[in-house]
Nanobody, 122 residues
Framework: QVQLVESGGGLAQPGGSLRLSCAAS????????MGWYRQGPGKQRELVAA???????NYADSVKGRCTISRDNAKNTVYLQMNSLKPEDTAVYYC????????????????WGQGTQVTVSS
């Protein structure tokens, strides 16, 4: 089994910063792309940022220049540094990862974390 556990959410003021972390654990052979998504109130879940196992990154236009995604492959962890936060960044943030387990017969599957709330408000 594989689990993704997020941490680092909370309340921030406009213009502030937060750093989200997501650690994958379990029977992992290899992790491919890892990403962060968010779902605001009354909105659909959307991609925030993603990073491949080779380090190539992709960002939503709404967060370019304000957010940085990174990963520590030794720790099976992905991070999202969010700066210059805006009220419209308020959402539940989910991490996901494409993982192949030690039992390769399971194939590559996409796993999701449980989500962490980010609230930006004065």
């Amino acid at each position: 089994q594989v689990q993704l556990v997020e941490s680092g959410g909370g309340l921030a003021q406009p213009g502030g910063s937060l750093r989200l972390s997501c650690a994958a654990s379990g029977s992992i052979r290899r992790i491919y792309t890892m990403g962060w998504y968010r779902q605001g109130p009354g909105k659909q879940r959307e991609l925030v940022a993603a990073i491949t196992d080779g380090g190539t990154t992709n960002y939503a236009d709404s967060v370019k220049g304000r957010c940085t995604i990174s990963r520590d492959n030794a720790k099976n962890t992905v991070y999202l540094q969010m700066n210059s936060l805006k009220p419209e960044d308020t959402a539940v943030y989910y991490c996901n990862a494409d993982i192949i387990q030690q039992n390769i017969a399971t194939g590559i599957r996409t796993y999701w974390g449980q989500g962490t709330q980010v609230t930006v408000s004065s």
